[in-house]
């Protein structure tokens, strides 16, 4: 964990406690209700002459005030994901939210579903057919994010085109209603991209960096501002100052 306070990385593996999850990678990471949360995500394979690695759609809780990790999957009810990775994965009040990424044997599957898994009831929910409007098509490696009753989708890699995107979309949680909002948002002013840093604070989007396509992989180190009460990107690379 890093404290910003003392400008300090500390090692918790000491710390602590419980069944931790599989080692993995590509997984979701959120936190809500005080804890921190795992979805999904890839190992490799046991056998090393198989050529696929193994997905997972389990979730797993660490509480910070214990540091003891919880397998959530054990008591969670319903109908979970299918297993994925590089998805996107968000908390909404007491719920946690996963939206499309990529699965599959092969990982050749791109989904663009939604499904919410309500810690209070620890049941997993489908909302995909609750859900009304257009949803963005199926991508991975994308921008996921909760503000102010909403759930945005930006960018990331769209699977049946096999191009990076810059659209942006909307999920109205009250009326669960998808809304495109790239025609309504003044034009984003940088190249469509995926695998970026992406994180809310103060009701805005910041988004770092990124790249703009498989190979070569041509990459970005600029900053970006999204305010969604203004429907406004601003370029921050000319504001900020320091070492890139």
Do not use: C
Request: net charge negative.
């Amino acid at each position: 964990v890093y404290r910003p306070e003392t400008m300090a990385w500390e090692d918790l593996a000491g710390l602590i406690s419980g069944p931790p999850p599989m080692e993995r990678s590509q997984m979701g990471w959120t936190s809500a209700d005080g804890r921190l949360f795992l979805f999904g995500g890839r190992t490799p394979p046991q056998d090393p002459s198989s050529p696929f690695d193994i997905l997972h759609n389990d979730v797993h809780a660490l509480d910070p005030s214990t540091w003891q990790w919880q397998d959530l999957s054990l008591s969670a009810t319903g109908t979970s994901p299918r297993a994925r990775v590089r998805m996107g994965f968000a908390s909404a009040g007491d719920k946690l939210y996963v939206f499309g990424g990529v699965g599959g044997s092969a990982q050749d599957e791109f989904y663009n579903d939604l499904h919410a898994l309500d810690l209070s009831s620890m049941a997993w929910q489908d909302l995909s057919a609750a859900s009304s409007g257009t949803r963005p098509r199926g991508r991975f490696e994308f921008g996921f994010a909760f503000v102010s009753n909403k759930l945005y989708v930006f960018g990331g890699f769209a699977g049946d085109i096999q191009r990076p995107m810059n659209d942006l979309h909307a999920l109205d949680l009250s009326t669960m209603v998808w809304e495109s909002l790239s025609l309504s948002v003044s034009a984003a002013p940088f190249e469509p991209r995926a695998r970026f840093g992406f994180t809310v604070e103060g009701g805005r989007f910041y988004m770092f960096g990124g790249e703009k396509d498989f190979w070569p992989q041509d990459r970005f180190n600029d900053t970006y501002v999204f305010d969604p009460s203004t429907m406004l990107w601003q370029d921050l690379s000319l504001l900020t100052t320091g070492a890139e």
